[in-house]
């Protein structure tokens, strides 16, 4: 799975029809409620009643509300109390209120703003009035409501923003890491390789010596022929086995501008397959005993990649394949290639463990495995460890060929990483 896009668009927020809107009447006389009731409903409004201020505050809890119509004078507790109660609550701070009263004198008007009311209708109602600060009101509502969402909206784009920025750093950050790491085992594998040359150069002058010495010539010797031959061959192992080694940093170092980079060329992605294969024999037939169902498309698929890389992820893949299986019945691996839409596509699938859901969109993230990081910390455990770079360094090397990779899986029914490289150009032969 790759890192998951930015979400890029707000979901816009509909303004609401009339008939969205849920408006609390609250008067303790039941004649100006049902006037009140009476108008807002032919306007098209719902509405709720509530005949004193204990119920109002329960009201404008429990059910959507709008916008309150209140009534100053009510017994136990008042219009102005009741207004703020509701305004000093969270839930209920943002509804508007507007007063109905008689008191329109500047005194209980000031009264009644200084407990955050927004606006008030004098008594005896009139009907337009009544229509036209309830729709202002509303709409004022309906703008500070559209607002707050698209300020949600937002910090959720930004958070998650935020969240893909760090994540790009930190990866970028360990890249660096590893690259430094790598960079430092350069110098200790050039000094096997050139003591493995040195050891075998020694050998074959102390078998000239030997030789020269001539008391026991050496094709007479078959214990010392014996002996200096085994050390030159395992020389040659640990000599072709740093090469490799050093063929592989070599690759890792080229995408750091301080290192000479070796340049993609053009390769044929069933002959890399092959090749890891045959390279892999042993492991996968004779040590783990594994089925194995290759199909490579007939005609070559050449592509523009390194070598040793391509075959390092392949390796990487196969070798997590491996982990995924060890100690089931049956294990099996499918490789395929295909072409399709100027890209070539190689298909490795396994019959392991799967892999978890939640673990799916970290499997590529730098150092994330599941596997013991070393024998040594689970000692009771015999299996797979793992530093979780594999994966990592694997989603690096097709990136940076415009490549991509992706898996598909499910705990229990085996994984399939799918890895996607646009074909080379054809060669111009005119
Ligand atoms: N074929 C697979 N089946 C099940 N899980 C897998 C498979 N491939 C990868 N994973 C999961 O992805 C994790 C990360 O894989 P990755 O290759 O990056 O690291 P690793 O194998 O744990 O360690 P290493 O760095 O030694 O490769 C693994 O620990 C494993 O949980
Ligand atoms: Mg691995």
Redesign the pocket.
Known sequence: MQPKDIKPIIKPFSIPEKSDFDILIVDDEFVNRFLLKDILEQDGYRTHEANNGTEALAAAINNKTDLILMDIMMPDMDGYETCRRLKEDPCTANIPVIFVTALTDTENLVKGFSVGAEDYLGKPIKDGEVKARVQTHLKLKAAMDKISHYNEELEQVVAESSKELIRTERQAAFGQLIQGIVHNLKGPLTTIRGSAQACRATLRMIRTEIDEAGETPLPDNPKITKLTDGAIKAIDLSETASTRLTEMINSLMSKSSADQASKPERLDLNTIVRSELNFMEGDLHFKHHIKKNIELTPSPLPIMAIAPEIAQVFN??I???I??MHGNVDQAISISTTKKNRYASLSIS?T????APD?LNR??DPF????PKHNNDTPQKKG?????????MCMRSIKTINGDIVVE?KPGSG?T?KIKIPLAEPIDIS
């Open positions: 990487n893949i070798g997590n394949a982990d995924a396994d392991g463990n799967g892999i673990n499997i590529f994330f495995t599941t596997k797979p460890i793992g530093t979780g770079l594999g994966l990592y899986s994984t990483f």
